[in-house]
């Protein structure tokens, strides 16, 4: 019996291009019926030599290569690449400045894990949350845009400091998004705790228990999520953290549930810090002018990506360019534990067990406000919708007339 | 285990590794030889408690290429403990067995720096393609990216004549 099983276990090869896979990875399965029995995952499709690059050019130009690392957490990376320039160059940050990070990478987190939400919800055929956690993301994105100029990669930070200071109706305009948005991510959380369908395919499912955690050394919400508390914004407060306390998150749960629940809650907390940074944000300059070159030294760094730790290496030898620039991303960090997370479960679990990591992938940078320059290619919710209902028109159906809420 | 503790037990037991901190959570140590860095990244495993591989950071040190491991600990302290191999035999022992979560750093180093990791159990390589040509290893400070060719994935330096 023994021998016939192992004759019939089959090999399924998921990726590098897959329609369950929103970036590039290669999966081969082992399966035993429908269960996974061993996976063994291939990456390092993105390479692009981004370190090499910066061994090459000199620290702003550095600068501009490290926020693409990332399409979603790119302040993050920013955030950590600065501080790790600001301690070797011994540069005082600005209070302001911290503040205005905190606040953009707060709001980071937000569309950060709206978006992991969606994609969650698509890959278990809940697409109606897809779609309206994607609607409510563009909410965020558009506060970030007007903030920096762009959806992704902001360019806000720059060493010692920031480049884009905060105007009053500008951080109106935040509260009243963080109101908005704190209704809908009640109901979200609510969702959470109630939904049976999403619960039941969601629960049990991508174990990693605590000591997993320690071995396979996972971050963020995936080591949250097994009630252990990861979170550099705490154990080590850095910036705006030094100031204002974080609730940490945490959850029991170990599976794809409690990542899901870890993220849910940590959205509100994001809401609460920023409103209390936009309250008491400091007056003052925003940033302080650094030098061209770098002493001799070196710093690690690191800061609470949304994905979790995210840990940057910079060794200065006292030129123009950084020596040697390392980037040690949050989801390299919790891909060590993956196969463990996959064996043992089903083949149709392996999309949500993958995702509930939140691999890291690039999000289309499309520039819709030009600053400066008169132009305004902003298209907002309203003029998005009109245009849709103008495209279901000309195939001769009329939404217009269905009511819906206008958020 | 504390930075302050840490530094003491490891100035106790391996004063040569000069084991120091500039800021609170981080320690740094000298590079050592393979053998007693791997004693004494056994010892911190073992005895201090500094059980999560966090990442493993390689760079190129003129005749030797350095690796730094980053290990941490239940209070969060990033422990950095060094070796230095040299460059034109770059050979070290995987530390997979302490640290699981440290081998995909161990491929990677085999990719871009070319150091042999002896005991790295087989499987997929890590960061570069399949086609990539043998023996080009790009963080090596003389890989020049100008001389290669991404159409044909060659490494074509000019020739010494050529050079002059």
């Given at each position: ?60 130009q550095a ?15 920013t ?10 160059a011994?540069l005082?940050?600005p209070?302001?400045a911290?503040?205005?990070?905190g ?11 709206l ?17 309206y956690?994607?609607?409510?993301r ?5 506060l970030?845009?007007r ?13 010692g ?14 509260l ?10 009640k ?6 705790l ?14 990693l ?8 050394s ?21 910036g705006?953290?030094?100031e204002i ?14 990542r ?6 940590e ?9 209390i ?7 003052g ?17 690191r800061?609470?990506?949304?994905r979790?730790?995210?840990?940057h290496?910079i ?15 949050p ?77 | ?12 037991h ?27 990244l ?25 690796l730094?491991?980053?290990?941490s ?13 040299p460059?034109?035999a ?37 960061p570069?393609?399949?086609c ?33």
């Amino acid at each position: 019996m023994s021998d016939y099983r192992e004759k019939n276990k089959v090999v399924v090869q998921i990726g590098p291009q897959h329609p369950s896979l929103k970036e590039p990875g290669s999966f081969k399965i082992t399966l035993d019926g429908e269960k996974v029995e061993r996976a063994v995952i291939e990456i390092g499709y993105n390479h692009r030599g981004i370190e090499k690059a910066c061994e090459s050019r000199n620290y702003i130009q550095a600068l501009y290569i490290i926020e693409r690392v990332c399409g979603i957490c790119s302040h993050a990376h920013t955030s950590c690449f600065c501080q790790a320039f600001e301690e070797i160059a011994g540069l005082e940050v600005p209070r302001r400045a911290h503040y205005i990070r905190g606040i953009v990478g707060e709001l980071e987190r937000l569309h950060s894990h709206l978006l992991w939400l969606g994609v969650a919800s698509h890959e278990i055929g809940f697409d109606t949350l897809f779609m309206y956690t994607w609607r409510d993301r563009e909410l965020v994105l558009d506060l970030l845009a007007r903030i920096g100029g762009n959806r992704v990669n902001y360019g806000v930070n720059t060493y010692g400091g920031v480049r884009r200071d905060l105007e009053p109706e500008l951080m109106q305009d935040i509260l009243t998004v963080c109101d908005l948005l704190e209704e809908k991510l009640k109901y979200y959380a609510d969702l959470a705790l109630t939904e049976t369908t999403l619960i039941a395919r969601l629960r049990g499912i991508g174990t990693l228990l605590p000591e997993d955690v320690r071995k396979y050394s996972a971050v963020g919400p995936v080591a949250r999520a097994a009630g252990i508390m990861d979170d550099v914004r705490i154990t080590e407060p850095y910036g705006v953290f030094r100031e204002i306390a974080v609730n940490g998150i945490t959850d029991d749960h170990c599976d794809v549930y409690g990542r899901t629940l870890v993220r849910v809650k940590e959205m509100l907390e994001a809401i609460r810090l920023i409103r209390i940074m936009v309250k008491e944000i400091p007056d003052g300059p925003i940033s302080v002018r650094p030098p061209r070159k770098l002493p001799v030294g070196e710093s690690l760094s690191r800061v609470e990506a949304p994905r979790g730790e995210d840990i940057h290496y910079i060794r200065s030898n006292g030129g123009e360019s950084p020596d040697r620039v390392r980037v040690r991303a949050p989801s390299e960090a919790n891909w060590h534990g993956m196969s463990h997370m996959l064996e043992g479960f089903q083949l149709a679990d392996v999309p949500i067990i993958i995702a509930a990591i939140d691999p890291c992938y690039s999000c289309t940078d499309r520039a819709i406000h030009l600053i400066g320059d008169g132009i305004n290619q902003l298209t907002d919710w309203a003029q998005i919708r009109a245009l849709s209902i103008e495209q279901y028109k000309a195939r001769g159906i009329d939404p217009g007339s269905i009511k819906i809420r206008e958020f | 285990m504390n930075t302050e503790e840490t530094i003491l037990a490891l100035n106790k037991h391996f004063p040569a590794l000069e084991a120091v901190s500039n800021r609170p959570l981080r320690v740094f140590t000298a590079f050592a030889e393979p053998k007693a860095f791997e004693e004494t990244l056994r010892y911190a495993n073992l005895t201090l408690g500094y059980h999560k591989g966090k990442h493993i950071i390689g760079t190129d040190e003129g005749e030797n290429i350095g690796l730094s491991y980053i290990i941490s600990n239940d209070e969060d302290v990033l422990l950095v403990l060094r070796e230095r191999v040299p460059k034109s035999a770059p050979h070290v022992h995987s530390m997979g067995e302490l640290y699981p979560s440290l081998m995909l750093h161990e491929r990677e180093m085999v990719d871009l720096f070319g150091v042999q990791v002896s005991g790295l159990p087989e499987g997929p390589r890590y960061p570069l393609p399949d086609c990539w040509p043998d023996g080009e290893y790009p963080m090596r400070k003389e890989w020049n990216p100008a001389y290669f060719n991404k159409q044909t994935v060659t490494y074509e330096p000019p020739k010494q004549e050529d050079a002059k």
